[in-house]
């Protein structure tokens, strides 16, 4: 897959030099393309932004220096505007976008981009919560390394994403290692047992229990199978109790 990343702050794409993007853009599964609008403005200081018609405070991105950068790309495919505005982005978007050979992520800065601009280029605008940032490179990175974790062949293990919170609707567990006691905490004992039917009961009754406590809307839509349903029912009859 590709990913054609305009910002003002190209240097933001270093961040993949490491960890699995890093091998994964080595191994040729991703690739990085970025273009910076100022490259693209046709004034004599390369500015990109100008005052709002109607007032008010700060600045906005000009239309034109975006334009004729999205222009000068020959396979933008889905084009994304990280934006406050848009809608909350999810594991089901992520997943919804797999499929795509290329994805073009804008990066907006300042107090926003021109309207005309999102109207005529972009398919999608995404949020990734009810907060601001200073630019949308953040949340660019964010959705990028998201989305090629589950590309195959970008993880060691493709399947172990799938074992990773909101893949089922659920939140993960509780995870541990060594030392087996650490500041006066012991490993559960059922982890140490060899039993791997109880271990796997365990580990889904965390999982259960974990997004019951913190993240109750997502037990609305979850899937459950019998045995996630028994032990979830079990599981609410006690805190009734």
């Not at 906005?60 to 000068?72: D, I, R, W």
């Not at 999608?124 to 953040?138: A, P, R, T, Y």
């Amino acid at each position: 897959m590709n990913f054609n990343l305009v910002t003002i702050f190209p240097e933001v794409t270093k961040l993949f030099d490491f960890g699995v993007i890093g091998k994964a853009i080595e191994k040729d599964l991703i690739s990085m393309n970025s273009l910076n609008p100022r490259d693209f403005s046709k004034n004599t200081n390369k500015n990109v932004d100008d005052a709002p018609y109607g007032g008010g405070e700060g600045m906005v991105m000009m239309a034109e220096p975006l334009a004729l950068a999205m222009k000068s790309i020959k396979n933008k495919g889905k084009v994304l505007l990280m934006s406050p505005q848009g809608e909350r982005l999810s594991n089901t978007h992520i997943d919804g976008l797999l499929d795509e050979k290329s994805i073009t992520i804008i990066c907006g800065r300042y107090e926003g981009i021109d309207e005309r601009f999102i109207e005529n280029y972009v398919d999608k605008e995404f949020s990734i919560g009810d907060f601001v940032l200073s630019g949308g490179e953040i949340p660019a990175l964010a959705l990028i390394d998201a989305l090629s974790r589950k590309i195959p062949g970008v993880l060691g293990n493709q399947e172990s994403f799938k074992n990773d919170s909101f893949e089922n609707n659920l939140l993960k567990g509780p995870v541990y290692t060594r030392p087996q006691k650490f500041e006066g905490k012991d490993v559960p004992k059922i982890l140490l047992s060899g039993d791997h039917e109880k271990i796997n009961d365990w580990k889904i009754l965390s999982s259960l229990q974990r997004t019951i406590e913190r993240r109750p809307d997502l037990l609305d839509s979850v899937k459950l199978t019998k045995k996630q349903k028994k032990l979830l029912d079990n599981l609410l009859s006690k805190r009734i109790l």
